[in-house]
């Protein structure tokens, strides 16, 4: 029995003591063991989403996110490899613990504001920062989760009392990796071969930028301001590759891209010896410039973050009137946001931290402001396949940018209006608003668009014959198309009728003043759009008719017309040759008598000419459609058939522009 006992208590003991050795073996064995290495950042981690590349600081995630001061690691040191990582452990602590407190601080606030909250007053547009509402509430809650600054210019709440107030913090622009924008799928490979000759710090870049601003595009289409676009680039060219590739901003990146291919597309004189360098990429590399644009474009954090860069980018290309539509209703969404529809003498609070009017006068910032909402206006008015579908209809924001320059705000000094009559890089904004406006009047209330027209003409600038009036030259042409349209109905009446003598002078000197706008243009063929097509044949029909109604002479437009059918438009020549020569058979062949010509024998007869003259398909040049433009005449309007145009009282003689 003892001795039993003793087995007993001694095999107790042995037991024991093993176990006592187990345990601190275990305990040696942890404290020997490595710490286990992170996955994700701490931030990451909290948001349950992964990061990009493990030890990368800030991870792209955070950096997507806006809040690349956030990304931190557990465990890892990347100040100095090599110090020993559990020195990092209490560092990194602490400021977890910093990161916690402080949203548990911003928590109370949020918490105390919404349950002491008072009945608010009448919520304006420009208000939108304020909490006065429950939509104010539930973003508060949705920036206290994913952030501030996710939403588009709306910013955190806090008490009234506090001294924090992220109202007033700049809006600082989202800096992502340049490689992250870049993909194989997205960006053409022989891009990559020429980017490092293009990038902010590169020699030839300058001269590019140069051109593009003396070059026909900034010109006519003006959208950015080159003193605030010349700051960012005089900052980006002085880094080296790798501190360029992480503090590029993204939006910005996009517009120099952009601009870049329009330098290349539209050279001026002196680069046109630079650009040949590029060798066999030089035809391809503005639209691929202009398509890596668009990627990096849609790389940023536009939509979510509203910002003129935006509205500043010319998108898409138009050949998909669909995705054009779609970038302008965004373009239009971000202008919103940002007030621009409601800039008087102050910017609003949505712009004061804005990187696109650094560095720009006071009076610079808003003139600009207004001229891009006014752009906008003209594009909603007057794109193509979106009749009567308008973004700013109701919109009675009419303040007009005034006529001036970049460079004149330059000069700080009293500030001079320059003429109406002398254009400058903010006429198209200013005749294009009002020619949306007129649009809109007479779509929605069916007011008189004639008298309209016709002012509006009159107030056009004197447009000089450079490459720098492309697009006001295209305005003018399209204000002349759209009086023949209204007139073109009653335009042979005319002839017979001195009622509706208006109808056939106003056709008659408009389609005249096209084809002349559209010799002076020829003379930089690449700048005119692909829609002019129709002005022209649209005018030479209108021509012939006179010719025949009138007995007047064309052998002028002949001459015109071979000047004006070049490069891409040359797929014009065949039919409108059917046209004129359709004319001299009825003329002289025929032997038809002034005011006598059957108007529907002669469109038949040039129906017939193009049949026999149709050769294969143009690649640039759909198939003419005689029709639309010969439907539209009516020569046999009843009697007592006035319309609207004929009530009021014009001039009997149409003055030419």
């Known amino acids: 029995m003892t001795k039993h006992s003793r087995t007993s208590v001694e095999r107790a003991t042995v037991s024991s003591i093993k176990s006592t050795k187990k345990r601190n073996g275990s305990i040696s064995a942890i404290e020997e063991r490595p710490a286990r290495r992170a996955l994700s950042c701490t931030e990451c981690k909290r948001r349950k989403t992964k990061c990009s590349a493990l030890g990368k600081t800030p991870c792209d995630s955070c950096a997507r996110r806006g809040k ?22 209490p560092s990194i602590a602490h400021n977890d613990t910093d990161v916690l407190r402080a949203q548990i601080d911003r928590l109370e606030r949020l ?62 622009s989202s800096i992502f990796p340049l490689s992250s924008l870049f993909t194989a799928s997205s960006i053409d490979p022989s891009l990559l071969t020429v980017l490092p000759q293009l990038l902010p710090n590169a020699p030839d870049s300058q001269r590019l930028v140069d051109a593009f ?36 901003d993204p939006l910005w990146f996009a517009e120099y891209l952009m601009v870049l291919a329009f330098a290349i597309k539209f050279p001026t004189f002196k680069i046109g010896q630079d650009i040949q360098l590029f060798g066999s990429e030089l035809q391809s590399l503005p639209s691929t410039l202009h398509h890596a644009s668009v990627k990096v474009l849609e790389a940023s954090d536009y939509l979510s973050r509203p910002q003129i860069g935006h509205v500043q980018h010319f ?23 940002l007030e621009l529809d409601s800039i008087e003498d102050t910017l609003p609070f949505a712009l004061t931290s804005e990187p696109s009017l650094d560095g720009l006068e006071p009076p610079h910032q808003i003139e600009l402001c207004k001229q891009l909402y006014h752009l906008l206006n003209f594009l909603d008015g007057t794109i193509f396949k979106r009749p009567g579908l308008w973004r700013l209809t109701n919109s009675d924001y009419r303040e007009r940018p005034c006529n001036n320059n970049d460079l004149d705000y330059a000069i700080k000094q009293q500030i001079r209006e320059r003429p109406p009559r002398l ?136 001459s015109q017309i071979q000047r004006i059918c070049i490069d891409d438009f040359s797929a014009l020549l065949p039919p409108i040759t059917a046209i004129l020569d359709s004319v001299d058979h009825f003329w002289h062949t025929l032997g038809v008598r002034k005011g ?3 108007v529907d024998a002669f469109f038949a007869y040039v129906k017939e000419r193009l049949k026999g003259n149709a050769g294969p398909p143009s690649a640039t040049l759909e198939a003419i459609d005689i029709d639309q433009f010969l439907s539209t005449f009516d020569q046999y309007l009843p009697e007592g058939s006035a319309n ?8 009997d003689v149409w003055p030419l522009v």
């Open 111 to 172: 918490v105390d504001t919404l349950t002491n909250r008072t009945a608010p007053p009448p919520m304006r547009a420009a208000q939108f920062h304020l909490p006065d509402n429950l939509e104010s509430a539930a973003i508060d809650l949705e920036h206290f989760v994913v952030g501030p600054g996710v939403r588009p210019g709306l910013t955190e709440t806090l008490h009234p009392t506090d001294k924090i107030d992220h109202r007033t913090a700049p809006r600082v």
């Open 213 to 248: 601003f003396e070059g026909p595009i900034n010109g006519s289409w003006h959208v950015i301001a080159q003193q605030a676009f010349r700051l960012k680039f005089s900052e980006y060219a002085i880094l080296g590759l790798d501190d360029l590739e992480k503090n590029v």
């Open 644 to 651: 609207f145009l004929q009530v009021e009282c014009y001039p």
């Open 315 to 337: 998108g898409h290309s138009t050949d998909q009137a669909n995705v054009a539509l779609r970038y302008l209703d965004n373009a239009i969404t971000t202008a919103q946001w």
């Open 596 to 598: 006598q010509l059957d």
């Open 423 to 558: 254009m400058t890089e903010a006429s198209l904004s200013r005749i294009g608003s009002s020619f949306a406006d007129i649009i809109r009047d007479f779509e929605m209330e069916r007011n008189p668009q004639h008298t309209a027209l016709q002012r509006l003409l009159d107030h056009m600038p004197t447009i000089p014959s450079t490459a720098q009036s492309w697009m006001m030259n295209t305005l003018s042409c399209s204000l002349h198309y759209r009086l023949i349209r209204i007139h073109r109905s009653s335009m042979i009446r005319g002839f017979r009728d001195d009622r509706w003598r208006l109808s056939t002078s106003a056709s008659v000197s408009s389609a005249q003043r096209i084809l002349d706008i559209q010799v002076t243009m020829a003379n930089w063929p690449d700048l005119r759009p692909g829609f002019m097509r129709r002005w022209i044949v649209g005018a030479v029909i209108i021509q012939a008719i006179d010719s025949l109604m009138s007995d007047s002479i064309i052998h002028h437009i002949r």
């Open 68 to 89: 690349p001061q956030d990304c931190k690691w557990e465990g890892l040191i990347t100040a100095s490899p090599d110090a020993h990582c559990s020195d990092s452990g």
